[in-house]
């Protein structure tokens, strides 16, 4: 590796680490575990994915789309069960990489992509509106205004600097200079500290605690399928957009493989479920992390400020934290996708919206597929729609049909209204040269036309079938 490359990973793996501290302790918080639990499982997926997973330069980490998922279990049965649950989710994770089914990700059309984008960075920006209020109450006067003034300062900073080096990471030296500043000048404003106490040892591994029986597969199976799953879309999806950033291509397949048997050692070691953190990688990729080693070194120092550094940790400003993720939701959000709103079709655009807002109010699984959704009802629709037939006399008596299109669940209806049985002469062809027939309801309404010709005593004669389409005729039974 060249010096260059080699330092910019370090200074980038650096700066994630400062970002995902109070990340996995705040999503540690919601799942109501102790903190640790989630530092624990920052170091362990990070470090693994980084150095075995299919996509250098992207992030991963107890990420809080997983922590509500099992916040439930948690208080119903308690952390061993989660550590069981994270456990049996890897395997899930693993089998899934295993099966090659990390291409599944290409079902994802571009506008719910870009809807999962700007959601999550709209999800980043409020989760740091949390740091502006003290228990239960809004921050107010010079409290509110120093909180203000050190988040606009951080912002300055990262905006500013690489207009006058690209040297370093602008989000390292705002982090670094804000919290220098708050401690020469003793500002009362709340530090990481205050969020918890980070000092610890090495994570140990151990079995987790619960009685290994079918009792308890029924009670973790259903949260650990549903954690695998949110964690390798927002994985896959993350992947995806890394790619663009990076114009280069990773392994889906590979990090599903990786990300699993990372969640699984995390379990063992009482470390929280995670997946990629899209915020976090941003952090990473605009501090010109490309290699292996940035998240490497990035989940390393988090194992470094546990053990050895929480003193000095535990002093940095939140708003210093707060200022950069503010940067961060910036820049993740998708400012082209508005721009172009009165360009695409409407079902883009409602694709667009629907998935952003389903994001923010609930969770990313649901925003996602409730946009496949909207994406597979246009792609039928507008399909269904294309379907038309040229037809004319033959010459001998008869009539000729050509079909043009796809015949499927949403085409039926238009295929079969082309036809006129009642008036047609006694012999019709019907040529499928450019007709695709692609589920059971297609080969259900070709039978239907051939019973309705057989009932107005005529007879349908089916040329030119593709293939495809007399395997699905053979497998159904039906004769061409």
Not at 118 to 135: P, R, S
Not at 293 to 310: P, R
Not at 337 to 358: E, N
Request: net charge neutral; with cysteine.
């Amino acid at each position: 590796m060249k010096p260059a490359r080699l330092r910019a990973d370090l200074l980038a793996g650096l700066t994630t680490s400062f970002a995902l501290v109070p990340e996995c302790i705040a999503f540690a918080l919601v799942a109501h575990l102790n903190p640790l639990m989630g530092l624990y499982g920052a170091f362990i997926i990070c470090t693994l994915t980084a150095l075995f997973g299919g996509r250098p330069g992207m992030i991963s980490g107890a990420a809080g789309s997983m922590a509500v998922v099992i916040v439930a279990l948690v208080v119903q049965h308690g952390v061993q069960y989660l550590l069981a649950t994270v456990l049996l989710g890897g395997v899930v994770m693993i089998l899934f990489g295993l099966l090659r089914l990390g291409k599944l990700v290409r079902l994802v059309p571009y506008p719910v992509m870009l809807g999962f984008v700007n959601g999550l960075a709209i999800v980043i920006a409020m989760a740091q509106l949390e740091h502006f209020k003290d228990g239960e109450h809004w921050l107010s006067g010079a409290p509110l205004y120093l909180m203000i003034g050190l988040v606009a300062l951080t912002m300055l900073v990262v905006y500013v600097l690489p207009k006058l080096t690209r040297a370093v990471p602008p989000a390292l030296v705002a982090i670094l200079g804000v919290g220098v500043l708050v401690y020469l000048l003793d500002l009362p404003t709340r530090t990481l500290g205050d969020m918890a106490h980070i000092a610890g040892g090495l994570p140990q591994p151990a079995l987790p605690q619960v009685p290994w029986n079918l009792e308890t597969l029924k009670i973790i199976a259903p949260y650990a399928v549903l954690m695998a799953m949110v964690g390798l879309l927002e994985t896959l999806l993350t992947l995806n957009l890394t790619d663009e950033i990076t114009e280069s291509r990773g392994y889906p397949d590979r990090e599903c493989v990786a990300l699993g048997a990372a969640n699984m050692i995390s379990g063992l070691c009482g470390g929280m479920g995670g997946c990629a953190m899209i915020g976090q990688t941003v952090i990473n990729l605009s501090s010109n992390g490309r290699g292996r080693l940035s998240g490497v070194v990035a989940g390393v120092m988090i194992l470094l400020f546990v053990l050895f550094l929480s003193p000095l940790i535990e002093r940095i400003p939140l708003a210093a934290l707060v200022g950069v993720m503010f940067v961060v939701a910036q820049q993740t959000f998708a400012w082209a996708s508005l721009r172009v709103l009165h360009k695409v079709p409407v079902s883009d655009v409602l694709a667009i919206i629907a998935v952003t807002v389903v994001t923010v109010f609930t969770d990313l699984a649901t925003a996602v597929l409730f946009g496949i959704v909207i994406a597979a009802v246009n792609f039928a629709w507008q399909h269904a729609r294309e379907l038309y037939a040229d037809s004319h006399e033959d010459g001998e008596g008869g009539k000729h049909y050509q079909v043009h299109g796809t015949l499927f669940f949403a085409s039926t209806t238009p295929f079969l209204n082309q036809f006129d049985p009642a008036n047609d002469p006694a012999k019709v062809t019907l040529d499928c040269q450019h007709l695709s027939f692609v589920d059971y309801s297609a080969i259900a309404a070709l039978k239907t036309l051939r019973e309705r010709y057989a009932k107005a005593g005529k007879h349908l004669r089916v040329v030119h079938l593709s293939e495809r389409c007399k395997k699905l005729l053979k497998r159904a039974g039906e004769q061409h």
